[in-house]
């Protein structure tokens, strides 16, 4: 995987848009920490209320807190919240992929970004840019070609404006079990 190793848990918020809540307060995106765990996959469940998938399984919730718990300090993943009023209420993850090298990836391997939610209540204020502006900052630092996410209608504005686009590809899932 391209310098996942040598990637460090310091990220600095230079280059990366800063918001104001409705008080006019400094939001900064910040890595998440161990104690983010459980904000992190009710933020997971949220955004799974938002693209109309069924949470009717709640084993899925206990694997979540195991899999965040696990890559937390991983420097192969870049986990980064927002808080509002002490509470964690945005959040964005990258993670680095190892693919083999292709003519749009030279170099081979990319980023993932997902689980870019902000809490309902809190949206509008610019705190789901500021996780996503930092996980793109985190990605352009793991020295990959190229980030890839699966966007919402809601979402598709601000990823088209940091140049994402829709590709001719058909994403295409089936169950192993």
Not at 9 to 34: F, L, N, Y
Not at 83 to 104: F, K, M, N, Q, T
Not at 124 to 136: E, H, K, N, P, Q
Request: glycine residues 10%; positive net charge; hydrophobic residues 40%.
């Amino acid at each position: 995987m391209p310098r996942a190793v040598a990637l460090s848990r310091v990220w600095s918020v230079s280059g990366t848009s800063i918001s104001k809540d409705d008080h006019g307060c400094v939001q900064v995106p910040r890595r998440a920490v161990g104690s983010d765990v459980a904000a992190l996959v009710t933020l997971r469940a949220e955004m799974f209320k938002a693209m109309g998938v069924d949470d009717g399984c709640e084993d899925w919730r206990a694997n979540a807190h195991a899999w965040f718990r696990a890559r937390i300090d991983d420097p192969a993943y870049g986990i980064f919240v927002v808080e509002h009023d002490g509470r964690v209420v945005a959040c964005a993850v990258g993670a680095l992929r190892d693919a083999a090298p292709s003519p749009g990836v030279p170099s081979g391997g990319d980023v993932l970004i997902s689980n870019v939610c902000t809490e309902p209540r809190c949206r509008g204020r610019g705190y789901g840019r500021a996780v996503f502006d930092a996980v793109m900052q985190w990605a352009r630092q793991t020295g990959v070609g190229r980030a890839e996410l699966m966007a919402t209608e809601a979402g598709r504005q601000l990823y088209e404006r940091a140049g994402f686009k829709i590709t001719h590809s058909a994403t295409m899932r089936t169950s192993l079990s």
